[in-house]
């Protein structure tokens, strides 16, 4: 019998007996052994970050293809199936070739210890090798320095996007280590864009910046946007372009399409013209960001004029930038909010909910299924409890929602399921 993704992805899954590992020298090993395609990938743009880098590439990878040019794209984590972390010249990875690869990656490296992200990451790397297009756009899986993603010795272009507090047990407990670890993408002359930062966070930047030559593309200094009624204007030395609003909804989309747009000024042979910027920024795709569920057995269940959203932030940046879109939504049309929630143990929930407590009327807490380390429904009725949100735990989003509707009048209502990534990922596959 052929093996599926399924099987051969869980069987590397058992060579490291560390989740997440951070240093080089194994991926490093293993791209020897299967004859470095790191140098013979395309142009790199790496993109680090705490938040808004899956948003940024989606951007360009947008902006790009509007321009008829061929995107590698390389992002983690999945939300429904492995596959989509990797896109080659704008086509999801094909089930056949991905466990060739795989397979390939696990003949070379003879049953050494290597992670899950490891060995993939060298898988998307013979892909994209072996393909011809005109851009990569990587993005690191944690971290920066010592992700397995920092591999690309001269890429284009870097780009740090917002740097927050998350993943603290493997980055450090202050802005600073955190910036430290990913201002290690920065290379030697290469330029890098830099979207807002704490100024505990810029400075580190700035500091390594300095050491390495490398041009720095700063929002605020060299470049600058400002919202507006009908859009947004974005402002470099080469002049200014007006933009229409982001097609991905939260006015912290402003922030990452404007760093998309000044990582374009680093693509001068790319034929990006105005209209194809414009053309992204209206067609980019990014699911479990602030998404509507529109259709589906779950959105099935909702009484006339409810509306059912999904996000997968989980730190407290990402509990500021849904607070500020629930704002958002009140002003232009008043409802009650909400929540469905589960989170990973190793994030902290309180500095999340903190920031929802004010906005949402109450809270159902679920578990997350499969291998993740999920909060205890339990732990999260209390965790929400706390900061007043009144809550009460259920076996499923399902469960949950049907208990919101049971528990409210028929009256016009928002649902937002939030807290993780992997949360986000089966309501996707389970609504279909």
Known sequence: ?????????????????????????????????????????????????????????????????????????YTSPHLVRFHERIRIAGALIEEQALVELIEEC??????????????????????????????????????????????????????IMPISFDHMQFLGDSLAEIAAAKAGILKQSRPAIIAPQPPEAAAVIEQRAAALNAPLWRCGSE???????????????????????PVLPGRHQYGNAAAAVAATRWLPDFGLTDEAVAAGLKSAVWPARMQRLTRGPLVDLLPRDWELWLDGGHN?????????????????????VSLIFGMLTSKDPLAFLRHLAPVAEDLSAVGIPGDHSSIAVPDAVGFARQTGLPAEGHDSPAAALAAIIAG??????????????YLAGTVLAENG
């Open 1 to 73: 019998m052929t093996a599926t993704s399924d099987i051969v992805l869980e069987r590397v899954m058992r060579l490291h007996p560390k989740i997440i590992d951070l240093e080089l020298s194994r991926v490093e090993r293993l791209l020897a052994l299967v004859g470095n395609p790191e140098r013979k990938l395309p142009l790199v743009m790496h993109v680090a970050g705490t938040n808004g880098k899956g948003s940024v590439i989606a951007y360009l990878r947008a902006m790009l293809e509007a321009a008829g040019k061929r995107v590698h794209v």
């Open 106 to 159: 696990e003949r070379a490296n003879g049953g050494d210890p290597i992670t899950f992200f490891e060995i993939t990451t060298v898988a998307a790397f013979l892909a994209f090798s072996r393909v011809k297009a005109d851009i990569l756009l990587l993005e690191t899986g944690l971290g920066g320095e010592f992700d397995a993603t920092n591999v690309i010795a001269a890429p284009l272009a870097t780009i």
């Open 223 to 245: 470049w600058t946007f400002e919202i507006g009624a009908a859009g947004f204007t974005y402002r470099d030395g080469k002049g200014a372009i007006a933009l229409p609003t």
């Open 316 to 336: 407290a940046d990402a509990g500021q930038v849904i607070a500020d879109m629930i704002e958002d939504w009140q002003q232009a049309a008043r409802k009650p």
């Open 408 to 421: 409210h009048s028929a009256a016009p209502r928002r649902v937002l399921i939030c807290g993780s990534l």
